[in-house]
């Protein structure tokens, strides 16, 4: 069974432009969550599916950012016209209700705003 | 005050000894526990997962959590070099809800 992946690892972009993350989840798994890293904290919660649901999103999540996940497998996290402090690692994590307790992280997409 | 406290840290230790990592919580609704390893420029793996109050043992790595403190450590017997990284701890109030991470703690074991 393959991990959780994200595309691209990496993204550099300026101010004013439209992004757009890939997150792949675990096989089988109906749960999809997007959470944020800057450097020296934690990880914090951004947005979570059920199947094609998005059942929350945090007050982080600014109307700039949008996420999708259209056939209960992929999703995708938007942000429109970035700034400076949208740069970040956006991390995407999978489980499955009643099969796992808990939450299987991707590697992350490193967003650099310059 | 912050759901979730975890010292920053650094902590640096040499090869062989036992770590202590700890968290505080304030939110006694929580009933999962978990702990990430995370290398630098990585995404968090997960280590260990607990649920409610107990001790839980894998290899050289022992969770523990005291609900009535609200309190989980994470303990490193035998520590070697590839166990430098980043401890972070998390919770929530199930394993398919929405997690609080606590900032993390850096390791370094030094051979």
């Known amino acids: 069974d393959t991990g959780v992946s994200q595309n691209p690892r990496h993204k550099i972009t300026k101010r004013g432009q439209n992004v757009t993350f890939r997150c792949d989840p675990i096989?089988?798994?109906?749960?999809l969550y997007w959470y944020r890293q800057t450097l020296g904290q934690g990880p914090e919660f951004l947005t979570y599916f059920q199947n094609e649901a998005q059942l929350e999103k945090s007050r982080l999540l600014s109307d700039r950012f949008s996420a999708e996940r259209p056939k209960g497998s992929f999703s995708t996290l938007e942000i429109q016209r970035t700034e400076q402090g949208d740069s970040a690692m956006y991390l995407c994590a999978s489980s499955q209700e009643r099969i796992t307790d808990t939450q299987y992280f991707g590697p992350g997409t490193r967003l650099t705003v310059l | 005050q912050k759901e979730v406290e975890q010292d920053p840290g650094p902590l640096s230790v040499p090869e062989g000894a036992i770590v202590s990592l700890n968290c505080t919580y304030s939110n006694s609704a929580f009933q999962y526990f978990m702990w990430y390893r995370q290398y630098s420029r990585k995404g968090p793996e997960l280590l260990m997962y607990?649920?409610?109050?107990g001790n839980k043992e894998d290899g050289r790595f022992t969770a523990q959590v005291d609900k009535s403190s609200k309190y989980i450590s994470l303990f490193i017997r035998d520590s070697q070099p590839s166990d430098s990284a980043t401890y972070l701890c998390a919770m929530g109030y199930s394993g398919n809800t929405p997690l609080v991470f606590g900032k993390g703690t850096r390791l370094s074991v030094i051979a």
């Open positions: 607990t649920y409610s109050s």
């Open positions: 096989s089988e798994h109906n749960r």
